[in-house]
């Protein structure tokens, strides 16, 4: 087994880097890449929309149990070796999903990808735990999160192309398989491990619901959790309502809803690299209120533009700052809870698990309204914002006074 014997820097710092970022965004990959293929997957499997969306949501709960027990897992028995093992079991999985008949079946291989997947996730996190802390840390985590917003904004533009090329929704997942294999050969490669045996906890059920009780009890993380969950199951509305409403609602063809995808994305690449240079000179807690507060603001907008009538520019300008204030969000909240915690699995597995509950409290809320209107997408995407703004912000004072500096 390869450890990890002398701090990271330089080239292996970066490769090591770019390699864990790989594994964040497999999870928004896996999720995007099919999406503008919604209609026509919808129609091979002689399925219902609900249907179709189902298997995004048996993803998204995958990656949360997935992200749950393999965390802490890792803190008893390391990160390499389960980040290897939980990355082929992902390739094997998006095969299958590939060769799916139904889309039962379909959500069924979507959810053991998920689970596995949310490994990659979890375990990523913890790596860049074990090897950073403070402002450097927030950086890194900053750095992680731009990586991953490549994966929106290349996985629809991409599915989008594998559609026009192939008519079939099938090859995306084909390269979902292919991805996983390469990661895990990276992995094997490049990655050592981090968390040395005399550093880890003993493992067992038990020792698991009492590292998740203490988190739990601890007011400030509660709120960070808090915060991932609600301001992900707001970007969630949109990334499972984007399909149908801008396609079939707004007229967007598969093309010009993959740039508009892509574009949105590329605002969360923009503010992710603008937040690891200031966290230099601000604090992360003060960066996350910015976005939250932001984020709110447009999300109201979008929902007037709705309720209103208005044209597809007045939707489209608000649902960009939304998406694009995740560069603020995600890395910030997140850095700032697994800090607080004694265990950078158990700690990451939390807010990884609130992060895609967020997704999974969205599907039947989306079903509300009925396929006819985008006001169930928009009122999603509102309300998730709005909340997670109410959750930093009744959790400011305890946290100016008892977080660590970032």
Known sequence: MRSLRQPLAGRQLAVLTVLLGGFTAFGPLSMDLYLPAFPELA????????AVQLTLTADVIG??????????????????GLLIGSTLVCALASVLCAL???????????????????GGIVLARAVAADIAAGAEAARLFSLFMTLSSVAPIAAPVLGGVLLAATGSW?????????????????????VPETLPAEHRHAGGLRRTGRAFTTLARDRVFAGYALTVGFAYASLFGYISGSSFALQELYGLTPTRFSLVFALNAAGMIVLGLANARLVRHFPAHGLLLAGLVASAVAALALLAAV??????????????????????VSSNATVLGVQRAPAAGSASAVLGACMFAGGI??????????????????????????????ATGLLTRATRESAPSA
């Open 100 to 118: 799916a008949p139904s889309a039962g079946w379909l959500a069924v291989w979507r959810f053991l990808q998920g689970a596995a997947g949310g």
């Open 63 to 80: 990656l949360v149990v997935g992200q749950l027990v393999l965390g802490p897992l890792s803190d008893a028995r390391g990160r390499r």
């Open 361 to 390: 409290v969205v599907t039947p809320l989306m079903a509300l309204g009925g396929e006819g209107t985008a006001l169930p997408m928009v009122g999603v995407v509102a309300g998730g914002a709005l909340a997670a703004l109410l």
């Open 307 to 328: 309720v209103l009538g208005s044209g597809l520019v007045a939707l489209l300008v608000p649902l960009f700052l939304v998406v694009a204030t995740r560069g603020l």
């Open 43 to 50: 129609a091979d499997l002689g399925a219902s929309q609900a």
């Open 170 to 190: 099938r090859p995306m997942f084909w390269l979902l398989a292919a991805i996983n294999v390469v990661l895990a050969a990276a992995t094997w490669r490049a």
